[in-house]
């Protein structure tokens, strides 16, 4: 069973960073594309970054967290994670990890491509 479970959420300030993990279970993240999304308050799911299946490795990110968020996979603890530096409060919203039905290929900011979802983790930053 295909089960996604984000963390790391917080309220943080202006110009501080996070950490969020997106721990899955029932397949190997390095065979599959995973997502990162986020919704803001008011606002449609947008995709904000992704990494691509191992072999392929690409990762894509949305033009407003280029230079400032940075994804990486940790194969040995099968989590996927989204380290975000220089906060803003426009990055306030409900963080989502999502994963495709399908193994290899490469990822991609739509969120139609991923078929299974974490429950979010909410981000707040604020001063």
């Known amino acids: 069973q295909v089960q996604l479970v984000e963390s790391g959420g917080d309220l943080v300030q202006p110009g501080g960073s996070l950490r969020l993990s997106c721990a899955a279970s029932g397949f190997v993240v390095d065979y599959y594309a995973i997502g990162w999304f986020r919704q803001a308050p008011g606002n449609l799911r947008e995709g904000i970054v992704c990494i691509s299946a191992s072999g392929d490795g690409s990762t894509y990110y949305e033009d407003s967290v280029k230079g400032r968020f940075l994804i990486t996979r940790d194969i040995d603890k099968n989590t996927v994670y989204l380290q975000m530096n220089s906060l803003k409060a426009e990055d306030t919203g409900v963080y989502y990890c999502?994963?495709?039905?399908?193994?290899?290929?490469?990822?991609?900011?739509?969120?139609?491509?991923?078929?299974?979802w974490g429950q979010g983790t909410q981000v707040t930053v604020s001063s």
């Open positions: 999502a994963t495709k039905v399908r193994a290899w290929g490469t990822c991609a900011l739509d969120e139609y491509a991923y078929y299974y």
